[in-house]
């Protein structure tokens, strides 16, 4: 998911490049052409790119952290499985990000010290606290829920490298929401503790989800390059009411109750039509001031620090096996 | 309210089946204490795929001495509803991750047993136990390989991941004796070629360690004395933490199905 349109509104850069190339570059896309790494494209294509890649590839790692504090607290060993299961899903997500991040010259090292740099974003979602085990089913159900959203149109994204990985992620998180749903159910046919803790997660939960797919139209500036590259294929304010329409029957399917007076059904244009986004909040949370930003960098960071005696010993191990079998290779010639 | 602890009759062979269940979740419960905190993400994949077969194969166990005791008993209430003084790991997995040298040194220890023994369980008479066995050695072969490769980046890496990893060693080294634990109702499953007497493994599981050790110029400890108790329930005080924050759901709401 998670790519949230959260970049900075595009400067007017100038494309100073070989105005044939640009056409070509231009005509590929438009024909529903892949391009690929080693194609001529435009340099505000691969910064574009670059950026939303690599938020996408910080959201599936800092994403690891919420989910992951209810591994050792799951209820049944099945639930532990899957859970472990599922954010190591989400780590390999992160993987094939930054790979294809890489693939347009940045390193996942460059990218990684801009996360823990404090100078890349990542999605707005993960700021939220895990507080009881029905989050863990409302985060598959709703996080997943709309990162299948926002991803599947990626699939079909200009840039090849991207698209291919978004295909194997789609499957991956269609399978987390089925998983994450399967918790609700349960949870909303037990005890009255249990459909209280399943309630009070939803309505935690729905609004946050609803700020996933970013700023509403109007607001979004960066949205018609975007789409004109073929990079994004809907607004923003149509994949969130995709995500409306799709979730409110499942929640009544669940029994439970939406936390919007505002919602019903418009016969007219035959969607869900919902109340107010905070968007006041969105933009707390994204400047830094949600209720768990400070705790999930400290996370990361704390993980890449106490790795890194980790990461030079590999790197010492590496140079000194490459020295030895020079040595060896020197004497044998 | 809180969810009694369950009673269990314990037989030869639903002990035999609980006590590796329980090495398999304990352990298996530690490495997915890393998942979102490892030092690469390359390992936080990996830690995560050993957490995960170390706690299939702790369902299985689970199930298989559930079937055995012939009570109402499941995975769940053995994993969930028993105490401290219940469970029957080894004190080595129960030991507190620490660094990433002796989480990786826990693994060989165990690992470099793990793996011949399952692989000698492949032929015992127990048709469940041959099963679950086969499974488990592969997995317990790539264990191995990934904690030998790691001891070995880490003892002949820095200055630093030298003394990490010997640290590691040292401090761990205590709890291996027990891998080899046997009882009087082991013997009698032993006789009857349900369980392989681990005394035939030393010699292999010495070798492995002794190898892996020299490649990584590392020292095994001079020290032979043995901490044992795990086998019988007398655990270090690490456990019962484990234990209160891994059962924490099951303990605070009884009876719900989740
Ligand atoms: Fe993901
Ligand atoms: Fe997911």
């Given at each position: 998911m998670y790519t949230q349109a959260l970049n900075a509104p595009q400067s007017d850069e100038r494309h100073l490049e070989d105005a044939d190339k640009s056409a070509r570059f231009e005509a590929r896309v438009a024909n529903e052409q892949r391009i690929e790494p080693n194609d001529w494209m435009p340099a505000a294509y691969r910064k574009t790119l670059t950026r939303q890649i690599s938020q996408h590839a910080h959201s599936e790692i800092v994403g690891m952290l919420p989910e992951g504090n209810w591994i050792t607290r799951a209820p049944t060993l099945r639930r532990k499985a899957a859970l472990l299961a599922k954010v190591q899903d989400e780590c390999g997500h992160g993987l094939y990000l930054y790979a294809a991040a890489?693939?347009?010259?940045?390193?996942?090292?460059?990218?990684?010290?801009?996360?823990?740099?404090?100078?890349?974003?990542?999605?707005?979602?993960?700021?939220?606290?895990?507080?009881?085990?029905?989050?863990?089913?409302?985060?598959?159900w709703l996080v997943d829920g709309a990162a299948i959203m926002n991803q599947i149109p990626l699939c079909r994204c200009s840039y090849g490298p991207y698209a291919r990985a978004m295909i194997r992620v789609c499957k991956e998180e269609s399978f987390h929401q089925r998983q994450g749903y399967e918790i609700m159910v349960t949870l909303s046919r037990g005890t009255d503790e249990q459909k209280a803790m399943a309630q009070d997660a939803l309505n935690r939960w729905w609004w946050p989800c609803l700020m996933m797919f970013g700023p509403p139209d109007q607001q979004s500036q960066h949205g018609n390059q975007s789409t004109r590259w073929k990079i994004k294929r809907f607004s923003n304010d149509e994949l969130r009411q995709k995500f409306v329409d799709a979730t409110v029957p499942q929640a009544r399917y669940l029994g439970l109750t939406m936390p919007d007076p505002e919602l019903r059904f418009n016969d007219a244009t035959q969607h869900w039509d919902f109340g107010a986004i905070d968007w006041q909040e969105f933009a707390d949370v994204l400047a830094g001031f949600g209720p768990c930003n400070r705790d999930r960098m400290a996370a990361r960071r704390k993980a890449h620090d106490d790795g890194a005696w980790v990461r030079e010993a590999a790197q010492a191990y590496a140079d000194k096996e490459r020295a030895r079998r020079a040595a060896d290779n020197a004497v044998a010639a | 309210?809180?969810?009694?602890?369950?009673?269990?009759?314990?037989?030869?062979?639903?002990?035999?089946?609980?006590?590796?269940?329980?090495?398999?979740?304990?352990?298996?419960?530690?490495?997915?204490?890393?998942?979102?905190?490892?030092?690469?993400?390359?390992?936080?994949?990996?830690?995560?795929?050993?957490?995960?077969?170390?706690?299939?194969?702790?369902?299985?166990?689970?199930?298989?001495?559930?079937?055995?005791?012939?009570?109402?008993?499941?995975?769940?209430?053995?994993?969930?509803?028993?105490?401290?003084?219940?469970?029957?790991?080894?004190?080595?997995?129960?030991?507190?991750?620490?660094?990433?040298?002796?989480?990786?040194?826990?693994?060989?220890?165990?690992?470099?047993?793990?793996?011949?023994?399952?692989?000698?369980?492949?032929?015992?008479?127990?048709?469940?136990?041959?099963?679950?066995?086969?499974?488990?050695?592969?997995?317990?072969?790539?264990?191995?390989?990934?904690?030998?490769?790691?001891?070995?980046?880490?003892?002949?890496?820095?200055?630093?991941?030298?003394?990490?990893?010997?640290?590691?060693?040292?401090?761990?080294?205590?709890?291996?004796?027990?891998?080899?634990?046997?009882?009087?109702?082991?013997?009698?499953?032993?006789?009857?070629?349900?369980?392989?007497?681990?005394?035939?493994?030393?010699?292999?599981w010495s070798e492995t360690i002794a190898t892996v050790l020299s490649r990584a110029t590392l020292q095994r400890p001079n020290s032979d004395w043995m901490q044992q108790g795990g086998r019988a329930g007398h655990h270090s005080e690490h456990l019962g933490h484990l234990l209160s924050e891994l059962q924490s759901l099951q303990r605070s709401f009884p009876g719900a199905t989740w």
């Open positions: 890489e693939t347009l010259g940045s390193s996942r090292e460059e990218l990684v010290d801009q996360l823990l740099g404090g100078k890349a974003k990542y999605s707005s979602i993960f700021n939220y606290p895990t507080l009881t085990w029905a989050d863990i089913g409302a985060i598959g | 309210m809180a969810t009694a602890s369950i009673a269990i009759v314990e037989t030869p062979l639903v002990n035999y089946a609980l006590r590796r269940g329980d090495d398999a979740l304990i352990l298996g419960h530690r490495l997915s204490e890393w998942c979102g905190h490892a030092p690469m993400l390359e390992e936080d994949m990996a830690l995560a795929n050993m957490g995960l077969d170390l706690i299939g194969q702790a369902r299985e166990l689970y199930s298989y001495a559930a079937q055995a005791e012939g009570a109402a008993n499941t995975e769940d209430t053995l994993a969930y509803l028993r105490d401290v003084r219940q469970y029957r790991n080894l004190l080595l997995v129960e030991q507190p991750n620490g660094d990433f040298a002796r989480t990786m040194l826990r693994q060989l220890f165990y690992s470099a047993f793990a793996d011949p023994y399952w692989r000698a369980m492949m032929g015992s008479s127990d048709p469940t136990l041959a099963a679950i066995a086969a499974k488990s050695e592969k997995e317990s072969a790539y264990h191995l390989r990934h904690a030998s490769e790691w001891v070995i980046r880490l003892g002949d890496g820095t200055e630093e991941s030298h003394r990490r990893a010997q640290t590691a060693i040292d401090e761990l080294w205590a709890f291996t004796g027990e891998l080899f634990h046997v009882d009087d109702g082991d013997a009698a499953l032993i006789k009857d070629g349900i369980a392989i007497d681990p005394e035939r493994l030393r010699g292999v």
